[in-house]
């Protein structure tokens, strides 16, 4: 027994899959050894092993007895850092008074262009993003960056043919097919009480999603439309909305519950441009924000890796 503290008298108690009940009559956490009553309710007694997991049913509470000792695990702090997203603009005098095509103010224009390319940079850094070894919280010496979702899944990261998840189509190239789809769909669902509800992919991938339905469209003479496109994949274990990233890496899906994931910016620091004093004849700012990754209950998410492109 790992740890006799999760249990309590009177808990019903299932070995791994087996048809078997024990109830648990008396919990020694300090030797970690409990002692039960085998074969409960007239279950067959089964084999037991080293390492089999022990399911809790439920705990069979006495007539009037005393209120039980609080049972609870105790929560893990994780962290992650900010990130500094910064680029500069500067428009010189001239171009500013002079009237360009399409481009009423050329310095606001400078503003949205910049704003767009650092948006760019935080969804890349919240995929892909890598805090540094040592000396994570940074300094005037030292940057500080963010862990991105690749970085933060452990648990449940899985590759092809490989634990819990068969390998691809048989044709030895672990090409994504449903199986190996829902395989790690239902993997996520047994560590976690969450569900997963966002597919996050890139283009191979997307297209390989896209493929599980080719063999069942069907179209009318006078369609005028055709559709190879999956944009909600349904499950036993979710509706997830599947979301194209160019960013994903190519061998790569994410499976991700959004209610446990966020992107937030340090109080005050969201983008906006601050205006910088002028060295000379031009107009000089940045656009700046700092923003990390909020990564809440690490294994009700999961990666597939190793996926043929």
């Not at 339905?213 to 944009?231: E, K, N, V």
Request: net charge negative; proline share 4%; with cysteine.
């Amino acid at each position: 027994m790992q740890d006799a503290s999760r249990f309590r008298p009177g808990d019903l108690v299932r070995p791994a899959a087996t048809g078997e009940v024990m109830l648990v009559v008396a919990v020694n956490t300090g030797t970690n050894v409990l002692t039960v009553t085998r074969g409960y309710g007239a279950t067959t007694a089964a084999t037991l092993a080293n390492g089999m997991t022990l399911h809790i049913l439920g705990n069979a509470a006495l007539e009037g007895d005393d209120a039980p000792e609080a049972r609870f695990t105790n929560r893990v702090r994780r962290q992650n850092y900010t990130q500094i997203f910064t680029a500069s603009v500067e428009v010189s005098g001239s171009m500013q008074a002079a009237a360009a095509y399409g481009v009423a103010d050329e310095v606001d224009y400078q503003k949205q262009e910049r704003m767009r390319e650092l948006l760019r940079d935080l969804e890349n850094c919240v995929i892909n993003g890598v805090a540094p070894g040592a000396n994570q919280q940074g300094s005037s010496t030292v940057r500080r960056s963010m862990n991105g979702v690749l970085r933060s899944i452990a648990t449940n990261a899985f590759q092809p043919g490989q634990g819990p998840i068969p390998d691809g189509d048989g044709s030895n190239d672990d090409g994504l097919t449903e199986e190996v789809l829902n395989a790690a769909l239902r993997a996520v669902w047994e560590q976690s009480s969450g569900v997963v509800d966002t597919i996050v992919v890139g283009g191979a991938q997307k297209r390989r999603i896209n493929g599980f339905a080719t063999g069942s469209r069907s179209y009318l003479p006078d369609d005028q439309t055709y559709s190879d496109m999956i944009s909600v994949y349904e499950s036993d274990f979710g509706v997830c909305r599947v979301v194209l990233s160019r960013w994903v890496p190519p061998d790569a899906l994410l499976l991700l519950d959004s209610s446990r994931i966020s992107v937030m910016p340090l109080q005050g620091r969201s983008f906006h441009y601050k205006p910088l004093a002028a060295t000379g004849d031009s107009i000089a700012g940045q656009v700046i924000g700092e923003y990390t990754l909020e990564f809440k209950n690490e294994n009700a998410h999961g990666v597939l890796r190793g996926l043929a492109v």
